[in-house]
């Protein structure tokens, strides 16, 4: 677990000052200015778009990288762009079926190490990639990456429910990538094992231990959960001292960091001890984080202080949860 003593109010101003919930907050930029929300026809502001198809749900997700990181890491950039897609359609209760990526590059040379870990990543996860964009004349490296899978039964950003619990499930076995804040536990695991991990989260939702999760993104640990809780229209109280971390870890480094294997999940509280004994069989810590409230603020504490991150009934994050759609029932 996290080690104290923490200064519970320089963390909470460093979490919402900090760059990771400045980027989340671009979002509502974008799904204002395309009029979308929570309440759309296909929801919006969860880890995939969720369409009905039959009896189940096609997924569908996106994601671009910052150019810094493609430049500085290109081949881990490129296991990214698998690795994360792959977590989304986790996150949402999912299983994947197929990746396209789009890369940009100035000469071939400088493609080849992105193009190479997209590969890695998709053999290791078992995922097929199947096609998409090429220009190697651009005159820098850039890189998005799609998915599309499919969940019997979902988990969503909307249905956490005041009286659950925030349960944080990370896998610890790994280290810094340097010198991003990115905690690298997948590209010297087996195969079999990664995907023995991620079915966890369909196994989870098809057992109806929970109906809620959002994958930790780079927002970090604290700036997810804000995330959920908008989507569901519940606050949350985080005990700092509970989320699982490495040995020695710098409690604001690892508040920021973003885990190759990293979720959280809404739980009633009588499902809470399966929830986490289900990680732990497997090797990833779980805990139960702190409660789901019903009064719309995000508070992280310790024993002594408890210190406001965020307001949500005050000042939207992402600008998808019920409030913004001008109704007190968030989509399903």
């Avoid at 190697?136 to 909307?158: W, Y």
Wanted: net charge negative.
């Amino acid at each position: 677990m996290m080690q104290g003593p923490f200064d519970i109010p320089a963390l909470a101003r460093m979490l919402r000052e900090g760059r990771g919930l400045a980027a989340k907050a671009d979002i509502a930029t974008a799904t204002a200015r395309l009029g979308l929300s929570g309440q759309s026809t296909v929801p919006v502001g969860d880890d995939c778009a969720a369409i009905p198809d039959g009896d189940g749900y096609l997924l569908f997700a996106i994601e671009g990288f910052m150019n810094e990181f493609v430049a500085g890491d290109p081949w881990f950039a490129g296991w990214c762009g698998a690795m994360v897609n792959i977590s989304d359609i986790a996150a949402m209760g999912g299983r994947p079926l197929a990746v396209v990526d789009a890369v940009w590059a100035d000469g071939e040379d400088k493609a080849a190490p992105v193009l190479d870990g997209l590969r890695a990543a998709c053999e290791r996860f078992g995922v097929p990639l199947v096609g998409g964009h090429t220009n190697i004349r651009a005159d820098r490296g850039q890189l998005s990456v799609a998915i599309l899978g499919r969940a019997k039964n979902l988990l969503t950003s909307f249905d956490a429910r005041p009286g659950e619990r925030l349960v944080a499930a990370i896998d610890l076995r790994g280290r810094y990538r340097e010198p991003f804040s990115n905690w690298e536990a997948a590209t010297d695991a087996p195969g079999e094992r990664l995907r023995g991990d991620l079915e966890l989260l369909p196994r989870i939702a098809e057992a109806g231990l929970s109906r809620a999760a959002k994958d930790i993104s780079q927002a970090g640990i604290v700036g997810t959960a804000a995330m959920l809780a908008e989507g569901s229209g519940v606050g949350l109280a985080i005990d700092l001292a509970a989320i699982p971390a490495p040995e020695g870890v710098d409690p604001a480094r690892w508040l920021t960091t973003f885990p190759s294997f990293g979720y959280l999940l809404s739980v009633r509280p009588d499902h809470v001890g399966a929830v986490t004994a289900l990680f732990a069989e497997r090797g990833i810590a779980a805990a139960d984080i702190g409660a789901i409230t019903a009064d719309r603020r995000v508070n992280v504490a310790d024993r002594r202080v408890t210190e406001l991150v965020w307001d949500l009934a005050a000042r939207p994050l992402i600008g998808c949860g019920p409030a913004m759609a001008g109704n007190e029932e968030a989509a399903a």
